[in-house]
C-alpha cells in the first residue's frame, strides 16, 4: 500500500532542510488518512503530522508544529513531509502509514499500512 521514497539526502546539519515523500499504491484513498510517524533509538515510535486524503486537513505533533508541514499530491499519490529548521532531537528513522479514517489517529497501533524507514539524522 504505500512505499517511501526519500527525496534528498538524510544527514543535515542543524538548522537545515529535507523533503521526504511517501507514495501510495494498491486503491484509492479518499477514506484514508496519511501520517508521518518516527522513531530514535531506544525511543518508541511517535507521531510526528498528518493529513486526510481527501479534506487535506493537517495537524501536527507539538514538537515540530511551525518548522514541519504534511502535503499531498493526489494526482500522484504522494504525501510529502517537509522538515525546515531541522534540530539534532529530529534525528530519527521516519515513516509514513496510512489509517481508515475511522481508526485510531496519531498512535502507531491505529495504522493499518506501513511504508519502509527512511533515517534523517540532524548534526549539531
Known amino acids: 500500500m504505500c512505499s517511501c521514497r526519500r527525496l534528498g539526502g538524510g544527514l543535515v546539519q542543524a538548522g537545515g532542510s529535507l523533503r521526504l515523500s511517501c507514495a501510495a499504491s494498491g486503491g484509492t484513498f479518499s477514506n484514508y488518512v496519511m501520517e508521518w510517524f518516527r522513531q530514535a533509538p531506544g525511543k518508541e515510535r511517535e507521531f510526528v503530522a498528518g493529513?486526510?486524503?481527501?479534506?487535506?486537513?493537517?495537524f501536527y505533533a507539538d514538537s515540530v508544529k511551525g518548522r514541519f508541514t504534511i502535503s499531498r499530491d493526489n494526482a500522484k499519490n504522494t504525501v510529502y513531509l517537509q522538515m525546515r529548521s531541522l534540530k539534532p532531537e529530529d534525528t530519527a528513522n521516519y515513516y509514513c502509514?496510512?489509517?481508515?479514517?475511522?481508526?485510531?489517529?496519531?498512535?502507531?497501533?491505529?495504522?493499518?499500512?506501513w511504508g519502509k524507514g527512511t533515517q534523517v539524522t540532524v548534526s549539531s
Open positions: 502509514a496510512a489509517a481508515h479514517y475511522t481508526r485510531p489517529l496519531q498512535t502507531p497501533d491505529g495504522m493499518d499500512y
Open positions: 493529513v486526510r486524503w481527501s479534506f487535506g486537513t493537517t
